[in-house]
């Protein structure tokens, strides 16, 4: 069993900055990779960032690429996403989830993962 729970959502103007975290409970943190998915109103769930279970591999949606980072704290069971020059098209429920049978990570598909967050909003306003 894994429990995660998000941190760090909220309102920002478009340019801004965020950093959401997860906090992570239950099966050993480093045994598994972890993603970043988000989802806004009327959408399906879609890919944002991954990363492996040392950290050392990361993997980003393209329209994040350059401005989000994904990163992780093993000794804080904790994952990060920091987010910069925030745009409204961002603005979506963020949620982080476990993938138990990843070694690397990096899956775009909310089925391969195993355990997900409440989520986070996120709202960028123009």
């Known amino acids: 069993q894994v429990q995660l729970v998000e941190f760090g959502g909220g309102l920002v103007q478009a340019g801004g900055s965020l950093r959401l975290s997860c906090a992570a409970s239950?099966?050993?943190?480093?045994?598994?990779?972890m993603g970043w998915f988000r989802q806004a109103p009327g959408k399906e769930r879609e890919f944002v960032a991954a990363?492996?279970?040392?950290?050392?591999?990361?993997y980003y949606e393209d329209s994040v690429k350059g401005r989000f980072t994904i990163s992780r704290d093993n000794a804080k069971n904790t994952v990060y996403l920091q987010m910069n020059s925030l745009k409204p098209e961002d603005t979506a429920a963020y949620y982080c989830?476990?993938?138990?049978?990843?070694?690397?990570?990096?899956?775009?598909?909310?089925?391969?993962?195993?355990?997900w967050g409440q989520g986070t909003q996120v709202t960028v306003s123009s």
């Open positions: 990363i492996s279970r040392s950290g050392a591999r990361a």
């Open positions: 239950g099966r050993t943190f480093s045994s598994y990779a």
């Open positions: 989830a476990a993938d138990l049978a990843g070694y690397y990570g990096g899956s775009h598909n909310p089925d391969e993962y195993d355990y």
